[in-house]
């Protein structure tokens, strides 16, 4: 059962993520002459660049970015938590919970951009509030330090796992 979790699991959040960050994201960046999608930006946005994006993205990359991009970004963040504890584990002692902490404030983070990002997308070009743009920018730069935390702490745990 190890064994399935330890190959399984990551396969398919890349899957997941392949399909989302190179399939739709190369959709919604030719839906929007060439611009990253928010959720991508790893040094986060400004209020000229979010209002760049809103204007340059068509009404079918709305439609996708609120549609399937939406939905397999609400599952990934949730498969990339979950493989961070596997690799974390086992869990002992304060560091042990240092490790959870770590990997659900990932997808929290990760689900709270979704949630800043839609908001964006409603409002549209026209008239963005700078609240929105920071509110989401900061969730996008924290998503993207966390995960970097986690992927040391996950490195960290693998390695003396196998070290016995």
């Known amino acids: 059962m190890n064994r399935a979790i330890s190959w399984g699991l990551p396969l398919l959040t890349l899957a997941v993520y392949l399909y989302l960050a190179v399939y739709l994201g190369r959709q919604l960046g030719a839906l929007a002459d060439g611009q990253l ?5 790893v ?3 400004d209020l ?5 994006y809103l204007h340059t993205l068509r009404p079918a990359g709305y439609a996708l970015y609120q549609g399937p991009v939406f939905w397999v970004d609400t599952v990934f963040p ?8 596997w690799w974390m584990r ?3 002692g304060a560091f042990g919970m240092v490790c959870v902490l770590v990997a659900m404030s990932y ?3 990760d689900w709270g951009e979704n949630m800043w990002v839609q908001r964006l997308l409603d409002s549209g070009g026209d008239w963005v509030n700078p609240r929105d743009v920071w509110g989401g920018s900061a969730f996008t730069l924290s998503k993207f330090a966390v995960a970097a935390l986690a992927a040391v702490l996950a490195v960290r745990q693998s390695v003396r796992r196998l070290r016995g």
């Open 90 to 92: 086992p869990f002992r």
């Open 48 to 52: 000229h660049d979010t209002r760049s």
């Open 43 to 45: 040094f986060g946005y």
């Open 37 to 41: 999608p928010f959720d991508l930006r």
């Open 107 to 109: 997808v929290a983070l």
């Open 78 to 85: 949730a498969l990339m938590g979950a493989c961070f504890m």
